[in-house]
């Protein structure tokens, strides 16, 4: 009881005559009078300085809802944020096709992280060849969902302490949500055309962690991606490729890393990627011919979407939508899903390339664009893929219908058994069963 409440009898009943309006029964004797609360009416107003209540039967925002709430809030993107908070934004915006306004948010939570980031290689390199503890003889004692800034502290703390080993453990354990938000960085790079600046990205969440598995797969992918023709660079990634099914044998990754790695191998023994495909362009030409993509596996670095200069993207996003351009944009979605039922995916990703940029939450170009790369057998098509499945996997399951509709069964099949590979918990799933059984 509070100090002062009046004692309170074993076994007081509370007399229904005696009880205070709206009270299941009357207050104990001597318990101080309560006044009386008339009900307050739905929607009449709350007494002023009343926080506000909430409407249990309101729905949360969608995502569409939540980023336009975002879009309007004046000076948000310029405000300082916590580490925590610009990564969640970036995040919303990466998995809904935003990728530039992505880029931006994650660059403010990577500018929050690199003090712990720094701290950590700091004392790795005290280390030298010391292994780090496993993290029940570091003890760090984070808790789920403690902030970066609070985990860096204590990680100073044991640090100044002299415990040298336990604070590099637990530096490298707070650095988890950290390399989420460098691979994340990455794909948007990647994604916006900027081969470079993500290779970059992928490297330092190598840098923390060389054997990380999407970190791994990402590097070595764009390498062989874009460095066809450097025998060196090849090798290299074929290093990181074996590496990733020498860690993590089970990893969903670790099929596609096999046979990139031998792919390398052929490539590096024909002297470059030129030189192997002219060596397989019969076997490219029949394999077209049955409507396979995968003797396009490898394509020339020429053929990969071009970086995007400021100057293009001002030009995008100052170009005035029209009726005519947004008929035109169709228009290349409906002839890129042509061209994908015909095993064209090299037209498709064309034509895809130049819708996106106009309409980035386009679910249709985005899952065409995604099945294009995967028919290609780009090494960065998985991760295109896992975004629009991500953005919309409805979209992704609709293009299939697409492609059956236009006498392409064999590949709606591929996609949907793909999706339904991908998406294990797919809300639509009985439906997708239903369309494989067929």
């Not at 290779?199 to 764009?222: D, I, M, N, T, W």
């Not at 028919?375 to 492609?403: C, F, H, I, N, Y």
């Not at 099949?413 to 439906?431: C, F, G, I, R, T």
């Amino acid at each position: 009881m509070p100090p002062g409440h009046p004692t309170i009898p074993p076994g007081t009943q509370a007399s229904p005559t005696t009880a205070a309006p709206g009270s299941a029964g009357a207050l104990p004797e001597g318990h101080p009078t309560m006044p009386a609360s008339a009900p307050v009416a739905p929607g009449a107003p709350l007494p002023q300085g009343h926080p506000p209540v909430s409407d249990a039967n309101k729905l949360p925002p969608s995502a569409e809802e939540l980023m336009k709430q975002l879009d309007s809030t004046e000076g948000l993107r310029e405000r300082e944020k916590t580490f925590e908070i610009a990564s969640s934004l970036g995040k919303l915006y990466y998995t809904n096709g935003r990728n530039a306004e992505a880029l931006s948010y994650l660059a403010q939570a990577q500018a929050q992280s690199d003090g712990a980031r720094t701290r950590f290689l700091a004392l790795k390199k005290k280390l030298g060849k010391t292994p780090l503890l496993s993290l029940a003889e570091a003890n760090c004692g984070f808790t789920p969902g403690q902030t970066l800034d609070a985990m860096d502290a204590a990680v100073q703390a044991r640090a100044k302490s002299g415990d040298i080993a336990g604070a590099a453990t637990c530096a490298r354990a707070s650095l988890e949500p950290v390399l989420d938000v460098e691979l994340l960085r990455g794909n948007a790079l990647y994604l916006q055309g900027d081969s470079v600046a993500s290779l970059k990205a992928y490297a330092r969440v190598l840098e923390v962690e060389p054997k990380h598995a999407e970190g791994l797969f990402s590097h070595a992918s764009l390498v062989f991606e874009t460095q066809g023709e450097n025998l060196q660079a090849l090798k290299s990634a074929r290093e990181g490729f074996d590496a990733l099914v020498a860690v993590h044998p089970q990893s969903p990754r670790a099929p596609m890393a096999r046979e990139l790695s031998q792919r390398i191998e052929e490539t590096v023994k024909a002297g470059g990627r030129q030189k192997w495909l002219a060596s397989r362009a019969a076997d490219r030409r029949v394999r077209l011919s049955q409507g396979q993509a995968q003797a396009q596996v490898g394509a020339l670095p020429s053929d990969a979407p071009r970086p995007l200069t400021p100057e293009m993207v001002d030009a995008v996003k100052n170009t005035e939508r029209t009726p005519e351009l947004e008929a035109g944009l169709a228009k290349l979605v409906d002839e890129g899903e042509e061209h994908l039922a015909r095993g064209r995916y090299q037209e498709a990703l064309a034509n895809y390339t130049r819708v996106v940029p106009f309409q980035p939450e386009n679910g249709r170009a985005k899952a065409g664009m995604a099945w294009a790369l995967v028919g290609l057998g780009r090494p960065m098509g998985a991760r295109v893929w896992s975004v629009a499945l991500q953005g919309d996997a409805g979209a992704v399951e609709k293009l299939g219908d697409t492609l059956l509709a236009k006498g392409d069964a064999k590949g709606a099949k591929a996609l949907w058994e793909k999706l339904s590979q991908d998406v294990p918990d797919y809300p639509n799933k009985a439906a997708l069963q239903a369309k494989l059984s067929q």
